[in-house]
């Protein structure tokens, strides 16, 4: 605030001695003119009223900006400002995040419902049962073929089904079949385009054919143990990939030792 105030009162001492010269001058002139005949003093008298007039709003302008005052308040208005903004992106912020955290507990809630319906299974074949059911109710798939892998033959052979009408599955080896790829490849795949009559749904209102395919490994040490086919009318989501992902991570081992005993 000591700039302020000093350029405050350097304004007011610039304007006293801006009024003096002017007031000198205009004596001056008055002086120097009434002797003799001068035309259109009228505009001499003009631009000098003018040239004061320019002097005055400039200092008007120099003494109002070092108002200090005025300087806090638009320091005020300014810090108001930022605030709202900053409160704003805060609460963005926040809602981003309580919104991620429910979508969070929405998933491990889901996770933690697939693996209660499997939690007392004692078999590898029920297992794998108990699992197309749990992802059926829990993710909306509406058909469903788990492929185990014999440990003798390398040979993965469907070991459960979920709802499945017209197709019956068969065995195949890593790298044969759509399954077999992703048994070879050990990575989450979805279909897109699912080759005609590979899947279809029958109900009391008819027929009709699954849109998606997913395809998924069960890796244990970096070896495929296990594939699931499951068809789908909507597309996957990230999020039901993260929870597959999950979900198979934790029954993995389990599997791995029912199918190995």
């Known amino acids: 605030m000591a ?13 006293i001695l801006m009024a003096t010269v002017w007031l000198s001058a205009m004596a001056i002139l008055w002086n120097t ?9 009228g505009w001499i008298y003009f631009f000098l009223i003018m040239i004061f007039g320019i002097g005055f709003l400039l200092f008007y302008i120099a003494y109002i900006s070092a108002d200090s005052s005025i300087l806090e308040k638009i ?25 991620q955290k429910n979508e969070d507990e929405n998933e491990q809630k ?23 059911i749990s992802l059926a109710k829990e993710i909306e798939i509406v058909q469903g073929i788990m492929y185990v892998k014999n440990s003798k033959d390398s040979l993965f052979s469907p070991v459960a089904e979920y709802a499945l ?17 992703t048994a070879q490849n050990k990575t989450m795949s979805v279909l897109y385009d699912v080759p005609e009559n590979y899947f279809t749904v029958s109900s009391g209102l008819g027929t009709s ?9 069960v890796v244990i040490k970096e070896e495929c143990i296990a ?8 597309k996957p989501s990230e999020k039901t990939g993260i929870i597959l ?5 934790e029954i993995g081992p389990k599997l791995h030792k029912l199918i190995t005993a």
């Open 110 to 132: 889901t996770i933690d419902a697939i693996l209660a319906g499997i939690h007392n299974v004692r078999s590898g074949n029920g297992l794998c049962n108990k699992l197309l």
């Open 165 to 181: 009408t017209n197709r019956k599955p068969d065995a195949f080896l890593e790298g044969d079949t759509l399954p077999g790829q």
């Open 245 to 249: 992902d999950k979900v198979l991570s």
């Open 3 to 15: 700039n302020v105030s000093k350029y405050r009162k350097i304004s007011v001492i610039a304007m």
């Open 209 to 217: 054919q699954p849109k998606y395919l997913l395809l998924v490994p």
């Open 227 to 234: 594939v699931l086919e499951l068809a789908a009318f909507r």
């Open 33 to 41: 003119l009434l002797p003799s005949e001068v035309k259109h003093q």
């Open 75 to 99: 320091k005020k208005e300014a810090y108001a400002s930022g605030k709202i903004e900053l409160l704003e992106e805060t609460e963005k912020k926040k809602q981003e995040e309580l919104k």
